[in-house]
């Protein structure tokens, strides 16, 4: 994944570059040290508050949280996994003690785990466009089958690209390129290879999900001009049904009781169906208010609401995408560099763009609670403390 770094001296005083000549204080050692720590405790941390919120909250188990969980599990294995064991090799002066097999292991764990990031961020991307193109009918045809079947497709890519690569490049070419204590995948120095690898995995991604995005928010404002604040001329009245998340088969109703066919059944925020009935706007005037179970709302508020939630999800989508070019860009480019010339860039700033790069499987996680109060829900019941950082936030 790297280039082979320099050799390091030490001595009393200051820790020395031999090639680039850096005076490294011994202090700032410490301080990479510090800064690992907590990218990894992120990491692990975080994602495992996904991953443990998903699967026991039925409610978050839905076809977009599906994409999430797999894009937490990929952030783990960074986390866990090459994060980890790239710390130790780094705070031992880029010194390798695991032997050439675990090498190639953590080479296509690396690997297969950053571009299972890229390719789940793009489907992420493209379900909320298909769910806003689709509508109601987005429910019956993306089902959770059909997500699993992406998925595992993307699985199949992200570790049939790498898997064959690392562990069979130095053997199809007769010799390897690694040098004993050190450790790194054998095609780093390959201009070609680099050069398709950043192509698939920036440019190309980093288009198709501007591009994605841009279609997300262009349907959402079109939705919003469609309803707009201040129409209201029907209302809604919402009965809940308690029936512990089983299926009813509910009806819509005008004021007079006669059935309005050809209308889909709402459902409450928890996906359990409820009945409608649709009533005057005189009447939902003087209806604000909840009884039990029974809400009054106007259609076109409800609609108007819906929008304006897939605004806020669609730009925390954007974050992703940002977050995703500020992290990847430099890294990639910086490897393209290396490959080209071994001393066009210095040793340290490649390192800051290496470690850069898994910053986001650390911050991934909180971008997700801050945009899902569910998600936030769940991970303070897994870690009650979080309470505290959340009410402190409101403050």
């Given at each position: ?186 095609f780093i120095m390959n201009v070609d290879f680099t050069l ?69 059944p709402f459902h409450s925020t928890e996906g359990r169906p ?118 402190k936030d409101r403050e």
């Amino acid at each position: 994944m790297t280039t082979t770094p320099p050799t390091i001296t030490t001595s009393t005083a200051a820790t020395v570059d031999e090639v680039d000549e850096w005076y490294i204080p011994p202090w700032l050692h410490g301080v990479a040290g510090v800064g690992m720590s907590v990218l990894i405790l992120l990491a692990v941390v975080g994602n495992l508050l996904v991953i443990i919120s998903y699967f026991r909250d039925k409610q978050l188990q839905t076809v977009h949280n599906l994409y999430i969980l797999n894009l937490a599990i990929a952030d783990l294995f960074l986390g866990a996994i090459s994060m980890i064991f790239y710390a130790d090799y780094t705070l031992r002066s880029w010194k390798w003690v695991f032997g050439r097999v675990f090498c190639k292991i953590w080479c296509v764990n690396d690997n297969s785990m950053c571009l299972m990031s890229v390719l789940l961020i793009l489907l992420l991307s493209l379900d909320r466009v298909i769910l806003l193109r689709n509508g109601a009918e987005y429910i019956a045809k993306e089902t959770k089958k059909v997500a699993m079947v992406k998925i595992g497709i993307a699985w199949v890519i992200a570790f049939g690209i790498y898997g064959p690569c690392v562990i069979f490049w130095d053997i199809a070419r007769g010799n390897s390129i690694v040098a004993d204590g050190d450790c790194d995948a054998e095609f780093i120095m390959n201009v070609d290879f680099t050069l398709i690898t950043a192509l698939f995995e920036l440019t190309i991604p980093f288009i198709a999900l501007s591009c994605l995005n841009l279609l997300v928010f262009l349907a959402i404002r079109k939705r919003l001009r469609i309803f707009p604040k201040g129409n209201h001329s029907t209302g809604v009245h919402t009965e809940h049904v308690h029936d512990k998340g089983q299926s009813t088969n509910q009806n819509i109703r005008s004021l007079n009781g006669k059935l309005t066919k050809g209308e889909p059944p709402f459902h409450s925020t928890e996906g359990r169906p409820v009945s409608v009935i649709i009533v005057p706007n005189e009447q939902v005037q003087h209806q604000h208010h909840r009884n039990n179970d029974v809400v009054v709302q106007n259609p076109n508020t409800v609609k108007q609401t819906s929008a304006r939630k897939d605004l806020k999800a669609a730009k925390s989508l954007s974050v992703l995408v940002v977050t995703f070019f500020i992290c990847w860009a430099p890294y990639t480019i910086a490897t393209f560099a290396v490959t080209q010339c071994d001393d066009c860039l210095n040793k340290h700033v490649y390192e800051f763009f290496t470690w850069l790069l898994w910053v986001k499987s650390s911050i991934n996680p909180f971008l997700y609670a801050s945009q899902s109060k569910r998600f936030k829900e769940n991970f303070i019941k897994v870690l009650p403390f979080l309470k505290f950082c959340t009410k402190k936030d409101r403050e």
